[in-house]
């Protein structure tokens, strides 16, 4: 397979060296029954090929977000770690951009007013030692800081 020959996955035809992050993009649409659509967001917090985000914080940023975020929509189905581990993958139940934004602007502030991350220990976690709040906290403030180009993908 060539560099520039299409693929089955959404993600792999994105010319990773074009974007600019931080960006938050529509992924993915797939209607899974008759008016029942999901949404999957591609929320990018570093540049590809050029940054990536440690483990121990992105590991603390998916347990928080997939904790605090339900405290404000139903719709999140998952909120999963890219394994490039530039960001991350949000999906939801037809949450559609104007809905989307607010929500994850507000659980990135429940993450820095976070005291400790959710379930980060042997009984609830495959890895409950490879957490970091303060990491995690940085890299959310780094995103967060950068709120206004969050609907700009491409550079």
Request: negative net charge; proline residues 5%.
């Amino acid at each position: 397979m060539t560099d520039t020959q299409k693929t089955n996955v959404e993600s792999f035809d994105l010319d990773h060296t074009a974007v600019a992050a931080p960006y938050v993009r529509v992924a993915g649409r797939k209607e899974v029954a008759p008016g029942v659509e999901l949404v999957k967001y591609d929320v990018r917090f570093t540049q590809p090929n050029k940054a990536h985000l440690g483990m121990k914080a992105i590991h603390s940023i998916e347990h928080m977000t997939a904790h605090h975020m339900r405290n404000h929509t139903d719709a999140l189905i998952d909120f999963s770690p890219m394994g490039c581990q530039t960001g991350f993958y949000a999906l939801t139940q037809g949450l559609e951009p104007e809905e989307f934004f607010p929500i994850l602007e507000k659980t990135m502030q429940d993450l820095l007013d976070a005291d400790e991350v959710p379930a980060a220990n042997e009984v609830q976690c495959g890895w409950g030692a490879n957490h970091s709040l303060e990491e995690a906290q940085t890299a959310v403030r780094d995103f967060l800081a950068q709120r206004d180009s969050w609907e700009k993908v491409m550079a």
